[in-house]
Structure formats: structure tokens, C-alpha cells
């Protein structure tokens, strides 16, 4: 009988943090002294936050819309954290810009970003889709038990050593770079109420000029629907990562497998109980207390 990997269980604490388990121990140390290029673009968000629409997006800017581009580009990957695939990224080609995604907290970001060097896009959603998506992932992909039940979830996810990090600290602490040059600080909710609008943004912040019919291919080829059809029944391909440590299985790869699940703001509505969302708002109200941060997060939109 043919010997599956093991899938990932459990999390991982390193300096105090707690990891998803494919992380691994010299990641936090190794990924500060990552050599950024001038065109890297790093797409950096709290998990399921649009990482990979936005990912997808840039990925069409640089490429003009050209899918028969992107396409060269291969899988998104997993983040540069995951098995220590920046390690993987040195070797990426240098014809092209380097569009890379990671969840990091922002002291371990790779230091020379800090020196102005790549660009940053950080994507914020706001904190309650992001809990009830953030547990749809981590149901589906079962690797970590004590946050399979949505009331287990939730109070962890309020918690500062949840893995992966606080929403809050994450998102506050990015938020404070926002005005920076090589940074770029946008909202899920903004591109989902204006995507256009976004993909300008984008495409000005990259310094990428294009015509409004090449905008429009790019916004046609990152909505909901056209993402779906090529992001369902996919796990990210393992084969990118080469003999990287740790290479096994992320979940049971019969699974059928989408980040595409509704693409909505909003939904927290149909998960929260009334007293889940008003213990969250008191203790948003006191973590988001004097941050401007809170005029940016839409908890829902006319759209
Ligand atoms: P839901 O689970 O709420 O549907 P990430 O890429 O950071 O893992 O984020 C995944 C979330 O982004 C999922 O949210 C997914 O549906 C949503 N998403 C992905 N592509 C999208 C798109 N083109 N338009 C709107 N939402 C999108």
C-alpha cells in the first residue's frame, strides 16, 4: 500500500508566537534577511483576508491582463512563511516581479522593506468575516482540532496568542506603516464595493500603465466567479517547494479544496449569535480605541 504523508496537525510556538505547523523554527530569523529586489511586490494580510484576489489582481497587472502571462506564473504557492518557502523565492526568475503573499506580524517582515526596498500591498478585511472565513479554512483543512468548533474558534480568535496572530495586533501594527512609500494599505471591503478603483490604485502604486481596457480585462479576470474556476479543487502545489524541509501534505489532498467560498461582506450575520457579537464588539471597542484604523473597517456594505 502506497504511504500517504502524514497531513499537518497542531501549531507550533516559536518565540512565544503560535505558527501554523508548517512553519518552521529558523523562518522568523531567516525570512528578516530575505534579499528583497527592487520589483518584489509583497501582498501581506491577516489569513483570509483576500490574499489571494489580490495576489491574483497584481499578478494580472504585471502581466497587462495577459492570462497566457499570469498562467507562467504558476500557483500563487503558499505563503512565504510555509515551509520556508522565501528560501524557494531567491531562485525565482528576475525577468519578472516576484508577486509574493505572507500573513507575517511586521517585525518579521524581510528588514530591507523597512530600508524602502519592493513594495508592500497589506489587505485588511474586517475582523468578523475574517473570523467566520478563518474558521471555514481551518474546518476544511482539519489541522487543528481545538479550533474546529465555532465557539472554540471565536474565543481563541479574541485571544493574543491565537495562531497566526491577534487580528488586532496584526492589523494595527501594519496600519501604522500605511504612509509610507513603498507601502500600500487597501480593504477588501473597498475593492469589493470599488474594484476598478482598486485595480487603478494598484496598478499606479507598481507604476504599471495600462490602458482602460487592459483595467477592465484585469477586473473581469479577478471577480468572484472567474477566481473560482480556476482556484476550487486545487491544494497549493507542493512541487514548487523542491526539498524544502518538512514536505508532506497540507490536509488530505483527495479533499476538494476552494479559497473561494462566498467572497461577501458580511456573513459574520449568519455565524455570530447576538451575545458572540456583542462580547466582539466590546472588546473591539476597547482594542480599537484611538486608532483611525477604525474608519477603515466596513462591517457591511450597500453594494
Ligand atoms: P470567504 O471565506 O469569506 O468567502 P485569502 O485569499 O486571504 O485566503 O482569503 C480568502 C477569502 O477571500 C475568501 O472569503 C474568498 O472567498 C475571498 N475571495 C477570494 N477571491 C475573491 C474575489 N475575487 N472576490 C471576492 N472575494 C474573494
Redesign the pocket.
Known sequence: MEDKPAPFKGDKVINGFRWPPMVCDDMPEELRKFKVRDDDVFIV?Y???????T??ILKNIVCGGDLEKVKEYGDHGPPLEYFNFFKKCDSFPTDKPRVMMTHVPVDILPKEVFEGKGKVVYVG?NPK?TA??FW??IKERRFLEEYEKWENFLAAYLKPDMMCGSWFDINLKYYEHRDAKNFLFLT?EG??LDHKGCVIQLCDFVSRHLTNEQVDLIVNN???S??KSK?TGKLPDMKQLGNLPKLTAMGDPNQKFS??????VG?WKTQFTVAQNELFDEIYNEKMKGSSLRRRVLFEIDA
Open positions: 494580510t489569513p483570509k483576508s483576500g490574499t489571494n484576489w495576489t491574483e478585511r468575516d467566520v472565513s471555514h479554512f477588501y475593492m469589493k479577478t471577480t468572484f472567474n477566481m482556484f479559497i473561494m467560498r462566498k467572497g461577501v456573513d
